[in-house]
């Protein structure tokens, strides 16, 4: 099975700063990378598809990069709602669709 | 507007059977592979399983952790995904998730029901 590892796995931020998150996969997987967001007692929200590509309604501030191995998810610039646990998600390998273990975005 | 509930969760003794649904609506069901994730508390995402739609011949697939104890099935007129969870054990605990899958290639999960929660315990 294809390995995703995040980093951080959290990150303290205020509100107007510039975030990076980063996932690695344990072995090549193009640009089959989705990233997700999700908030305490809901469901995730999809928020990049194909490493790159931003999911309709999702707002410009984010975006993602990457291929292959290293791919990143930026949040231009922290709104309050944007405080979340983030993950990856591979889907070179189908269909067993592998997450990374989530990045925790605290309010500093 | 695309909805997804699911529904049948509760609380289960170990090695009992349960069935969730997942009921669509604001899209064409059949025209979409669905899949069910889970999240065990305060754990991470997890992927169950998959059915592809009746076009792409409506197999399914299954995470090793629950195949031979989960089936998948959809149907179609009804527009409503099931997942048969049976052999259930203390570690299936968790939030389950029914999806929309979209894209062939690049396939993404881009609608999630709101999950029901399925705890096995004795």
């Known amino acids: 099975d294809i390995q995703m590892t995040q980093s951080p796995s959290s990150l303290s931020a205020s509100v107007g700063d510039r975030v990076t998150i980063t996932c690695r996969a344990s072995?090549?997987?193009?640009?089959?990378l989705n990233w997700y967001q999700q908030k305490p007692g809901k469901a995730p929200n999809l928020l990049i598809y194909a490493a790159s590509s931003l999911q309709s309604g999702v707002p410009s501030r984010f975006s993602g990069s990457g291929s292959g191995t290293d791919f990143t998810l930026t949040i231009s610039s922290l709104q309050p709602e944007d405080f979340a646990t983030y993950y990856c998600?591979?889907?070179?390998?189908?269909?067993?669709?592998?997450f990374g273990q989530g990045t925790k975005l605290e309010i500093k | 507007e695309v909805q997804l509930v699911e529904s049948g969760g509760g609380l289960v003794k170990p090695g009992r059977s349960l069935r969730l649904s997942c009921t669509a609506s604001g899209f064409t069901f059949g025209d979409y592979a669905m899949s069910w994730f889970r999240q065990a508390p305060g754990k991470g995402l997890e992927w169950v399983g998959f059915i592809r739609s009746k076009t792409n011949g409506g197999t399914t697939e299954y995470a090793a952790s629950v195949k031979g104890r989960f089936t998948i099935s959809r149907d179609d007129s009804k527009s409503i995904a099931y997942l048969q969870m049976s052999s259930l054990k203390t570690e299936d605990t968790a939030v389950y998730y029914c999806t929309r899958a979209r894209g062939m290639a690049t396939i993404r999960f881009d609608y999630w029901g709101q999950g029901t929660l399925v705890t096995v315990s004795s």
């Open positions: 998600q591979q889907s070179y390998s189908t269909p067993q669709y592998t």
């Open positions: 072995q090549s997987i193009s640009s089959y």
